[in-house]
């Protein structure tokens, strides 16, 4: 099992900076890719950014430039750093992990931190 807690959220001005932070325990060992999704009101979540841990990142066009994924395998520790935030950013920030485990894949969720940018 995996355990993901986020923090970090909060309510910024329009292009304001916040910066996100996912805490894992538990099997992390077991963890390969790790990213951050966002879901805003009655919209289907989305991926932001995505550690693959391979070395390569992934970011959503949307952010791209403006949002940076980190990772701190020491601290088992995942950040976003969230740079120009506009109000479109305004969402429930989820941390996501998945993790390799006797041949299959697992996927585990934070509980979401709050996210609002005010225009």
């Known amino acids: 099992q995996v355990q993901l807690v986020e923090s970090g959220g909060g309510l910024v001005q329009a292009g304001g900076s916040l910066r996100l932070s996912c805490a894992a325990s538990?099997?992390?060992?077991?963890?390969?890719?790790i990213g951050w999704y966002r879901q805003a009101p009655g919209k289907q979540r989305e991926s932001v950014a995505t550690?693959?841990?391979?070395?390569?990142?992934t970011y959503a066009s949307s952010v791209k430039g403006r949002f940076t994924i980190s990772r701190d395998n020491a601290k088992n520790m995942v950040y976003l750093q969230m740079n120009s935030l506009k109000p479109e950013d305004t969402a429930v920030y989820y941390c996501k992990a998945s993790a390799r485990r006797y041949g299959s894949t697992l996927e585990y969720w934070g509980q979401g931190t709050q996210v609002t940018v005010s225009s």
């Open positions: 550690d693959n841990g391979d070395g390569s990142t």
């Open positions: 538990g099997s992390t060992f077991s963890i390969r890719a």
